[in-house]
């Protein structure tokens, strides 16, 4: 958004450098009504142009920061999983020696 702002005060600069350097400038002119017109509908497509801007870049935004908490989410998930796994594991290798025990216990 500075690029923008700074990219429209560049040309607003440049405009009025244009409207300075003709041959029957004058500082009156420059309030008439065909001169404001000009203006406004300047300022008036330049902030139709940074509005679609602003909301292309905003949904893009969005957009990423979804992914970002979904991966987040799918990392949880997957920590939640290797957890689990590692719980049943440790059931099942005592649950083994247990049986192990039982079948020869001479050997422990």
Do not use: C, H
């Not at 958004?1 to 990219?7: R, S, Y």
């Not at 005060?9 to 000009?38: D, H, I, N, R």
């Not at 998930?77 to 001479?106: I, R, S, V």
Request: hydrophobic share 40%.
């Amino acid at each position: 958004m500075k690029n923008l702002t700074f990219i429209g005060f560049l040309l607003l600069g440049l405009a009025f450098l244009l409207y300075y350097l003709q041959p029957q400038f004058s500082a009156v002119k420059l309030f008439e009504p065909m001169t404001l017109m000009g203006i406004l509908a300047g300022i008036g497509i330049g902030l139709i142009i940074g509005g679609i801007v602003g909301y292309v870049s905003k949904g893009s935004a969005v957009r990423e920061e979804q992914k970002k908490r979904e991966l987040k989410q799918l990392k949880k998930e997957k920590e939640d999983l290797e957890k689990q796994a590692a719980e049943l594991a440790k059931q099942q290798t005592g649950t083994t020696y247990l049986t192990d025990e039982n079948k020869n216990p001479q050997n422990y």
